[in-house]
């Protein structure tokens, strides 16, 4: 039975700055990585708001910012969209939970090399203030958009932002791709190597299947996006020309000839598509972990979802060029990407009907980490459904740069995204930090976050078919623009009343983790290996001991068994799913 | 709920790795997965700029070629030194091996010596970039200085790569010399850097480059006090993959770069 | 976790053990054979394009031997070759999706 001694890499660590500063803890990193989205995610809905406020209200005198111009509105969209896309949705659901939750649910004791992802952390906080300092240089935050289009972003004199603060811009992404780079291959060495006696591939919950293919699509992808910043950096500093054309900017001809803007959009949107599964897979397998355990059923083939997440890896990498056939790209290739966007519906849709199997006929428990799964399908579905228009270029070609798209991809990467996180926090929170979250402010939170986002991102698709442009700040000049600013002022309300309710989760949050109910090691009555240990687990997860998994992850009511659920560490007497 | 049963056997039960292999090697071919995709990202946008571009020049003359060459074969022998050194580490002959990565080491120097005279000896005929200053007394020929001017694509890719790739040897060089010297080996760095830097002159982009070196002394300063080992076997073929890489790296850039722009007497 | 790693260390060194020292040298032979007929290939009057499928087909046998003898590949599992060489040369592949464009530019014309 029970035998202690020391398997773990490194001892428990003494003092301050070892323990919560520059630690090696899998666990501490975890919660270092979810404390800085929560930071970054605050900034980037700030930012949001102002963009809102402006929108409606161009001219409105704001305290201690002043107007808004036209080109801070530029900045303020680059902002927004390079902190959510990175430092949120990239950070929070892999860099936070995957870092906690994934050597426990495979039963190892720390990351494969936990030296490297203290580096990816403290790397990304980096990239995170040298992007945060681009509002604060000469000329301010840059105006190209997060895709970061050439030659905007490759000619210091393009626009107000497009000085220091498109270097310290590129800066901060070449930095988070290192940082990632580390993060991915730590994620996908420690799945390989360190799993628990007994938790074979198939037996992995689902969490760790959607980490695991996220760090290789993190892994093949930022590679790509480094050397393109590269070449960015390059053009916008030593004077080559990867991605700038004879150009004439206010009436002078640049010193650059013979580049490619679609070299730009190629590099980028190569590591730009695999960027939005990596944003979505951790939430597709906290939903498929969350519906399976408050449903009480097995997962509706755990098989399929296995290949389906595959899948979604394999074919993120053939589908770029969907962003692209408004650039002038070949239509030949336009046609092949089309083709394979479409297909991504496949197993989106394997994804979609064996959750919808395994919430039918089921005793459901709507405990709040249940309702934000259920919340994260809903909106999956809805936005997933705009895509198969957008991947048409037919129809891609007048909707590109209007609010549908905006809508579309807020719907299926932003929010759902951020709906799995929001879930993965009601459910894992009692584990971090011992303690229930309060489930009635839970509750609120959920309904006013649901309704007002579908209120915010509904809207942009019927703008979107009026015809109403993206990226413009301002529709009160343009005469036919002007008649759908009542949905606009209607949108940016919902905003303020959403934003007001994500307050509800903050105090939640901090509140809880002082003041929240004591809560048991399993408190959801869940099977996989983080219920087994204390709350919180351990420096090295287990106690000096390594589980021994005789089960698979999701077998709740399984005929014979006395309780509705088998641990994945029961003994093998039980019979097995 | 309490009655959480937990089955705990002897620690260190594990599955068996799906690779077979230990962790550290895993780790170093997934980094190199993902470093193949930065240098093949910078491949694919040298080639995309040759084909969107008509006329592209094609200056380099023989001696050129021959230097390339002649680096090629170095890289290739520092490999050869290189797996030397892991045969000898797996049988335990420590002094061998010493000796293999020093003879690695020298190759690998040997290279980002001769690239750095032919880099000084083009941006000299007139092949340069905007952003390096002009060398004073220079003769610039008229073929190269045409090349910049009208098709300033090839000296960008030119520099842009082979820059990419000298930083990943010189970064491998430092890698081997403190897998094989340890601590012995940071005033060796110390003393490389104040030579390259020294005995470059101020217009030369290598006087500036140096510094490299000077940042690698730091980190490899702060990695040899914190964490001091012993680097056994394991350390050493790590070590090997990552060199073979930059070796494999240049087996692509050598023909794309030297060999596609050969001026043909 | 670290007596598995030195476990699995001595595994693999145990199987290094078994190579000779003479196919290293045949390897390192062939490669500069190869890259000399590179060289001379560079002074042939060629087409480009297919001077440069040759000497890329040249190259990646290069590299097939770098990866496979010297990178040690060869002698790997098979699961870890083709799951790494599968996924790099997948996506190294999927890169030549931009080349029509770079054509485009000279069909068209930009200037």
Known sequence: MATTAHVHAHAAPQGFIRKYIFSLDHKVIG???????????????????????????????????????????????????????????????QGGFGNYFLPIQIGAPDMAFPVLNMLSFWTTFVAFLVLIAAFFVAGGAPLHGWTGYAPLSALSNSGPGEQLGADLWITSIALFCVASLMGALNFITTTLDLRAKGMTLMRLPLTVWAWFITAILGLLAFGVLLSAGILLLLDRNLGTSFYVPLVVVNGQLMGHKGGSPLLWQHLFWFFGHPEVYIAILPG?????????????????????????????????????????FMSGMSPYSAFAFSLMTMSIGVPSAIKTFNWLGTLWGAKIRLHSPMLFAIGFVSLFVSGGLSGPFLAQPVLDIPLHDTYFVVGHFHLIMGVAAIFGIFGATYYWFPKMFGRMMDENLARIHFVITLVGTYAIFMPMHYLGMAGQTRRYSQFTEVAYQTKLLPLQTFMSYAAFITIGAQLIFLFNLFWSMW??????????????????????????????????????????????????????????SAPAH | MADVAVQHSVPAAYEPSLFGTYSKKIGMWLFLLSDSLTFGALLYAYSYGRISTPNWPTPFHSSSIMNATFMTAFLL?????????????????????????????????????????????????????????????????????????????????????????????????????????RRTFVPILLGLWLVAWLATPAYSPFH???????????????????????????????????????DLVWMFIFPLVYLMSTRII | MDRVQIAIAERVAEQHRHHGKAQFFWVWGVLLVITGIEVYLGYQNMEPVRMLSILMALSIVKAALIIGYFMHMKFELSRMKWITMCSLVFCLAMMCVFFPDAFRIIKYGVR
């Open chain 1, 31 to 93: 919660l270092q990585y979810y404390f800085l989205a929560l930071t970054a995610v605050f900034v980037g809905m700030f930012l949001s708001l102002l963009m809102r406020i402006h929108l409606i209200w161009p001219t409105a005198q704001l305290p201690l910012i002043g107007e808004i111009k036209p080109e801070t509105y530029l900045s303020l969209l680059t902002m927004h969209g390079t902190i959510m896309v990175f430092f949120v949705l990239t950070t929070a659901p």
């Open chain 1, 284 to 324: 597709m397998g906290v939903a498929s972990q969350l519906l399976s355990t408050f449903s009480r059923k097995p997962i509706f083939g755990y098989r399929a979802m296995v290949y389906a997440i595959v899948a979604i890896g394999l074919l993120g990498f053939m589908v770029w060029g969907h962003h692209m």
């Open chain 1, 515 to 572: 003041k929240g109910a004591k809560a048991s090691d399993n408190p959801w009555e869940a099977t996989t290996l983080e219920w087994t240990t204390a709350t919180p687990p351990p420096h090295d997860n287990f106690g000096g001991l390594t589980p021994v998994v005789n089960h698979g992850p999701y077998e709740y009511n399984v005929p014979g068994v006395s309780k509705d659920y088998v641990m994945q560490t029961d003994p093998a």
């Open chain 2, 77 to 181: 022998t520092s490999s050869l030194t290189m797996v030397l050194a892991v045969r000898a580490s797996v049988f335990g002959h420590m002094k061998a091996v010493r000796g293999w990565l020093l003879a690695t080491m020298a190759c690998g120097a040997a290279f980002v010596v001769l690239h750095g005279r032919e880099w000084s000896h083009l941006i000299s005929e007139g092949l340069t970039l905007p952003v390096f200053p002009a060398v004073p007394g220079a003769e610039t020929s008229k073929e190269f200085a045409d090349v910049t001017k009208t098709v300033p694509q090839f000296p960008a890719t030119f520099f842009g790569l082979t820059a990419m790739h000298m930083l990943h040897v010189t970064l491998g060089v430092v890698y081997l010399g403190v897998v094989a010297l």
């Open chain 2, 208 to 246: 500036y480059g140096a510094h490299v070196l000077l940042i690698a002394a730091v980190v490899v300063s702060i990695i040899l006090w914190l964490k001091p080992k012993v680097y056994d076997s394991s350390d050493i073929e790590v070590a090997g993959l990552y060199w073979h890489f930059v």
